[in-house]
């Protein structure tokens, strides 16, 4: 049977998912005196939709205001300015014939497509293999996102490999009962203890051992 790949893209194709909650981090602490660092930070808001983040700010008693968000973006739109590069060999996996593939991400898709074609990947992923935090009313860590790609692309959650860095993300693939690879190349060690702590089997910090791992289950 024919596999799914589905692809997070910040922190697994690219080195981008620090770049965000470091923006909200800064302004947290400008803003709110928090005094947080960013495995904190991360810890909170990795791997999630803006969304999420703000419902995630109001739990903890944390109001933000869409000033604080617009300011963000702005942050946000500098940093991508500066350009970023693809995860080393993750292109090798991106030619592969044998599994289909798509990218279902906490971003928006404006953002996301910007971020696509930073790293030149719109030929492997046109906008129809891309699922973004705007189609659905709930963001990683719930798994609606990737049952939607699942069920678009035509695939059962059985039939699927997701790739991701995030706790939220990883716990969004669990729930959806999918298979799961964590790729922890960009995280720090004690966030890779916490990954370990849902049960992830299958961990790896570079491309090849993931392209190794998903031939053999082919």
């Known amino acids: 049977m024919k596999k799914l790949i589905i692809w997070d893209f910040d922190g697994v194709i690219a080195d981008t998912e620090k770049l965000w909650v470091a923006s909200r981090m800064e302004l947290l602490n400008l803003y709110y005196n928090l005094n947080w660092d960013f495995d904190t930070t991360n810890k909170h808001i990795g791997g999630r939709s803006d969304k999420d983040k703000k419902q995630v700010f109001d739990n903890l008693g944390i109001k933000t205001d869409q000033a604080f968000w617009d300011e963000a973006m702005k942050l946000d739109m500098q940093k991508m300015a500066q350009g970023f590069a693809l995860t080393p060999d993750i292109e090798d996996i991106f030619k592969i014939k044998d599994f289909e593939q798509c990218i279902a991400t906490g971003g928006t898709l404006k953002k996301t497509e910007m971020k696509i074609k930073t790293v030149g990947i719109q030929n492997y992923f046109p906008l129809e293999k891309v699922f973004t935090s705007d189609l659905v009313t709930k963001g990683k860590p719930e798994p609606d996102l990737f049952l939607l790609a699942a069920h678009t692309m035509g695939y ?5 490999v997701v790739v991701e860095d995030s706790l939220a993300g ?11 690879i964590a790729f922890v190349k960009y995280n720090s060690e004690e966030y ?7 049960g992830i089997h299958h961990i790896f910090d570079n491309m090849r051992d993931v392209k190794k791992f998903i031939l053999s289950k082919s």
């Open 170 to 180: 990883l716990t969004a693939a669990k729930k959806a009962k999918m298979n799961m």
């Open 156 to 160: 059962e959650p059985e039939n699927c």
């Open 192 to 198: 890779i203890k916490e990954i370990k702590k849902l």
